[in-house]
């Protein structure tokens, strides 16, 4: 089990900015791919963002690319999603997941931290 904690959802306007962070309490963490996840009310949970263990392959949704940054920092056992020009649109709750590797699916999922962008 790896736990996961989230932070840095909250209430911004159209137009801003906000910075998740995912925090992971095992040393190997380095080891995991890491997602971004997102779940709007009424909705399915969906796909944002990911990046692989080392950090070099880093994937988005259309809707994400170019808005959205995804980034780890394997010292601090930390990812991160930077998230700039919000619509409310992206109102959802955020989780992160973690990816064993050779792991066909994500293993590991945060509790979720809520965004909510108002118009």
């Known amino acids: 089990q790896v736990p996961l904690v989230e932070s840095g959802g909250g209430l911004v306007q159209a137009g801003g900015s906000l910075r998740l962070s995912c925090a992971a309490s095992?040393?190997?963490?380095?080891?995991?791919?890491m997602g971004w996840f997102r779940q709007a009310p009424g909705k399915e949970r969906e796909f944002v963002a990911s990046?692989?263990?080392?950090?070099?392959?880093?994937d988005y949704t259309d809707d994400a690319k170019g808005r959205f940054t995804i980034s780890r920092d394997n010292a601090k056992n930390t990812v991160y999603l930077q998230m700039n020009s919000l619509r409310p649109e992206d109102t959802a709750v955020y989780f992160c997941?973690?990816?064993?590797?050779?792991?066909?699916?994500?293993?590991?999922w945060g509790q979720g931290t809520q965004v909510t962008v108002s118009s």
């Open positions: 997941a973690a990816k064993r590797r050779g792991s066909g699916k994500y293993d590991y």
């Open positions: 990046v692989s263990w080392s950090g070099g392959v880093i």
């Open positions: 095992d040393r190997t963490f380095s080891l995991y791919a």
